[in-house]
């Protein structure tokens, strides 16, 4: 079965930065696009950024533009989030997002908190 398991979160101080991993299993990694999104307290659900199966095309949401890095390593069924300048407005819980054949598969998540 498809599973997506998330990594790297914890506490941070203003400017600081995160590396977030998001392992998967129970699908061919190297053919599908991925995504990172991520939900603050009392906020939806956003997306963040996305990733094609090659990883030669990424896309940022504004908010991120500049200060995040997708990536993926498709011989470690592996995909990352390198997280710089970090501010407050970046806590949230980060997950990870695939859709294989129509289904919508997401991670636990992991917990970013920025704060000093």
């Known amino acids: 079965q498809v599973q997506l398991v998330e990594s790297g979160g914890g506490l941070v101080q203003p400017g600081g930065s995160l590396r977030l991993s998001c392992i998967v299993s129970?699908?061919?990694?190297?053919?599908?696009?991925m995504r990172w999104y991520r939900q603050a307290p009392g906020k939806e659900r956003e997306w963040v950024a996305r990733?094609?199966?090659?990883?030669?095309?990424?896309n940022y949401a504004e908010s991120v533009q500049g200060r995040f890095t997708i990536s993926r390593d498709n011989a470690k069924n592996t995909m990352y989030l390198q997280m710089n300048s970090l501010k407050p407005e970046d806590t949230a819980v980060y997950y990870c997002?695939?859709?294989?054949?129509?289904?919508?598969?997401w991670g636990q998540g992991t917990q970013v908190t920025v704060s000093s």
């Open positions: 997002h695939v859709q294989v054949r129509s289904i919508d598969y």
């Open positions: 990733i094609n199966n090659s990883g030669n095309s990424r």
């Open positions: 129970g699908f061919t990694f190297s053919t599908y696009p």
